[in-house]
């Protein structure tokens, strides 16, 4: 697991600090949308703060 310096990136999966894993879907506008596990809507942040919270992790 790397934390990474790069714009997020759509069906990569990213986990925060607690280990909540995410998926993104898309990335426009400089917003991120992504699901979390085990929650069935949409969550949306600026990249910004993504980056900041989540760390990519490697498949």
Wanted: charge should be neutral; aromatic fraction near 12%; include cysteine.
């Amino acid at each position: 697991m790397v934390k990474t310096t790069s714009t997020p990136l759509p069906n990569h999966s990213y986990h925060d600090a607690h280990g909540q894993m995410v998926s993104v879907t898309a990335v426009a506008h400089n917003r991120v949308t992504f699901y979390r596990e085990d929650y069935q809507f949409p969550c949306v942040q600026p990249i910004e703060r993504f980056m900041k919270e989540y760390t990519e992790v490697k498949q």
